[in-house]
Nanobody, 114 residues
Framework: QVQLVESGGGLVQPGGSLRLSCAASGFTFSTYAMSWYRQAPGKERELVARIGSVGGGTIYADSVKGRFTISRDNAKNTVYLQMNSLKPEDTAVYYC???????WGQGTQVTVSS
């Protein structure tokens, strides 16, 4: 079955960086687009970034443009989210999502605080 396992979250100071990873299994990863979403306390889940099947077609939320980069390694069935210049408002649970199958990972907590 489809499985998505995120890792790489944690506590970081404002201005710091983190790289999230999402390991996928149970489907032909290289064929489909992948997305990262996030959900902050009391807020709706929102799209952060999306990447096409071969690495092109990237889109970003306005709030993260220029700071976050989504990428993928199809040989490793993994999608990444490099997050730089982190701000307190980036604090949220970050989820990996496969639009084709509608599956979510379990999420990884990112906390930006001094």
């Amino acid at each position: 079955q489809v499985q998505l396992v995120e890792s790489g979250g944690g506590l970081v100071q404002p201005g710091g960086s983190l790289r999230l990873s999402c390991a996928a299994s149970g489907f032909t990863f290289s064929t489909y687009a992948m997305s990262w979403y996030r959900q902050a306390p009391g807020k709706e889940r929102e799209l952060v970034a999306r990447i096409g099947s071969v690495g092109g077609g990237t889109i970003y939320a306005d709030s993260v443009k220029g700071r976050f980069t989504i990428s993928r390694d199809n040989a490793k069935n993994t999608v990444y989210l490099q997050m730089n210049s982190l701000k307190p408002e980036d604090t949220a649970v970050y989820y990996c999502y496969t639009p084709r199958y509608g599956y979510w990972g379990q999420g990884t907590q990112v906390t930006v605080s001094s």
